[in-house]
């Protein structure tokens, strides 16, 4: 899978934006993937898996405990104009409640949640909305990069 999403990403056609980035759809909702493109340039890749190709200066910010494959996403499109995200290819992992890792940052109130996404808009003005569908609608957010204010 990383090895089709690398190749993927290298065979981007010269004159485009060149990802750097690659992942793939974040549920497991079918339906939903099947909506969209193959292949999109500008939505959230998943921090369970994803490929970073060599040539990129992208890290993750330290100072984000939760959310942070979010703004790894932002700081890619900022930094190389596209990543890309298939969104025919799903992985089944654990995500939200498995133990260690992010997951073990979370609170039971949301609060560093919150505090999270506040750092998020802040830094990427106009790209994340909170997600009423999804929690409690104050510690889900939905990405549109083609929102982003300058």
């Known amino acids: 899978?990383?090895?089709?999403?690398l190749a993927k990403m290298r065979g981007v056609?010269?004159?485009q934006s060149q990802p750097k980035l690659g992942g793939v759809f974040p549920l497991g909702n079918t339906g939903m993937a099947f909506v969209k493109g193959a292949n999109t340039s500008e939505h959230f890749i998943l921090g369970d898996f994803f490929v970073q190709d060599v040539g990129t200066k992208c890290?993750?910010?330290t100072d984000l405990t939760l959310?942070?494959?979010y703004d790894f996403t932002c700081t890619?499109?900022?930094?190389?104009?596209?990543?890309l995200r298939c969104n025919r290819m799903f992985?089944?992992?654990?995500?939200e409640t498995n133990p260690g890792g992010a997951c073990s940052e979370r609170d039971g109130a949301g609060d560093?949640?919150?505090a999270n996404i506040a750092i998020l808009q802040r830094k990427w003005p106009g790209v994340f909305s909170l997600n009423g569908n999804r929690g409690d609608g104050s510690t889900q957010v939905t990405m549109a990069w083609r929102r982003r204010r300058v």
């Open 91 to 95: 992985v089944a992992a654990v995500h």
């Open 112 to 114: 560093k949640e919150r």
């Open 76 to 83: 890619h499109l900022a930094k190389h104009g596209a990543v």
């Open 67 to 69: 959310k942070e494959d």
């Open 13 to 15: 056609p010269a004159g």
């Open 1 to 5: 899978a990383a090895r089709f999403l």
């Open 59 to 61: 890290k993750f910010d």
